[in-house]
């Protein structure tokens, strides 16, 4: 047999902490092994199946596309690219009329970073510490954790980073070059940290007070996460510029900044070859029509209320707090997170760190009761 670890350590990149497991299959909420071993499968791509690993919206969709056409630039009209647009725009605030399509999370918040200087005519970026916005040089700006950017640095001048959840800061930091504010709703990198529905509506008055823009970054928390379509909901807000990736073509790379009409670029100001290709146009319409047909915002807010309870319940003195909202889920822990996840992946189920404590539960949504039981059952072994 073909010794797959081997091949990719020795052409792989380096940059991954490898774990000790060949995924070959998944399906629905599992994924299987190449000894055929079934995980419950909570990191989800990293939170990006969230309609389940294969799901038949988006493999049917993928299909059809691509025996019809595989790729087609940004330069010429596409059917499936304008009905991608069309459905974005059906689920999305209409303020945010107008979209753009790229591949990933970094290239959707450098999208936004880039439109708003050049919108504002300003340079300054206010983020929170503990954000993770990607790895290109300006997400990386925008980025909080030294340890991803010191040995990167001069970065991307103009950034400031203020604590979370604490609005005085912010509005003390904001100059007359201040061009925008970037926040998550929810921290997914950072530790599972939870936005105050006080400070998201302050930073938003705080924004059109002062005419700075306000990019909401929703590529972890986006498309039923967290129990809504999109996590500002539960705020009562409305982004100048939401940034999304991840889970929205059910597997396949695909971002997107939706923003106002106002903001568009002017032509030759930004574009991607890939951005807004068939395929994963095709795939996104699949996944998000089930998103919509099944009520999965619905079921991720009754399944993340179920887990939580029952995480809550468990009696370990190991755990700070469970926190999050929907189907994203931190364990905090009073010890360091890395070999419990090891522990979590010898009993069958796949979890994340977030931050070096928290260990973070991203499962798909159409996870059942009984694999979450299994789950928190697992959880409280381990912790034993
Ligand atoms: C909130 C947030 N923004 C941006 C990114 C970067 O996305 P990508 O890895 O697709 O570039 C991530 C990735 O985890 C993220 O969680």
């Given amino acids: 047999m073909t010794d797959f670890k081997m091949l990719e350590d020795q052409f792989g990149p380096g940059c991954y902490p490898m774990r000790d497991v060949v995924i070959t299959r998944g399906q629905g909420s599992v994924v299987y092994d190449e000894n055929g071993r079934e995980y419950i499968d909570c990191v989800a791509g990293q939170g990006v199946v969230n309609v389940g690993h294969c799901n038949p919206y988006v493999v049917q969709e993928i299909k059809q596309q691509a025996e019809t056409l595989i790729t087609c630039s940004g330069t010429f009209y596409n059917d499936t690219r304008s009905l991608l647009m069309e459905k974005i725009n059906e689920i999305t605030p209409p303020e945010l009329s107008n979209i753009f399509l790229c591949n990933s999370g970094a290239e959707a918040v450098e999208a936004a970073l880039k439109m708003s200087r050049i919108a504002s005519g300003k340079t300054d970026i206010i983020a929170a510490m503990r954000a993770f916005h990607g790895r290109t040089f300006g997400a990386l700006s925008a980025t909080f954790n030294k340890k991803y950017k010191k040995e990167f640095e001069p970065l991307v001048p103009g950034f400031d980073h203020v604590p979370y959840n604490n609005f005085e800061k912010l509005a003390e930091t904001v100059t007359d070059k201040t061009a925008a504010v970037i926040l998550e709703m929810i921290q997914g990198e950072g530790g599972v940290n939870v936005a105050d529905e006080n400070y998201v509506r302050q930073v938003r008055q ?57 903001l568009k670029f002017a032509q030759g100001n930004h574009g991607s070859t890939f951005g807004g290709n068939p395929i994963s146009a095709a795939a996104a319409l699949g996944a998000i029509s089930y998103m919509q047909d099944t009520k999965l915002a619905e079921q991720a807010a009754e399944k993340g209320a179920y887990m939580m309870q029952k995480l809550q319940a468990i009696n370990s003195d190991k755990i700070r707090q469970v926190r999050g909202k929907g189907l994203l889920i931190g364990i905090e822990l009073k010890e360091k997170v890395q070999p419990y996840i090891l522990a979590m992946m010898d009993e069958g189920v796949l979890t994340l760190p977030s931050g070096s404590t928290v260990l973070r539960l991203l499962p798909t949504l159409v996870i059942s009761c009984e694999q979450m039981d299994t789950v928190v059952e697992r959880i409280e072994k381990v912790l034993q």
């Fill in 206 to 262: 705080l924004c059109n007070k002062k005419n700075i823009l306000l990019i909401i970054d929703e590529v972890q928390t986006g498309f039923c996460r967290t129990g809504k379509m999109f996590a500002f909901e539960h705020y009562g807000v409305v982004p100048d510029i939401l940034c999304l990736a991840k889970a929205m073509a059910g597997g396949l790379p695909i971002g997107a900044i939706v923003f106002p009409e106002k």
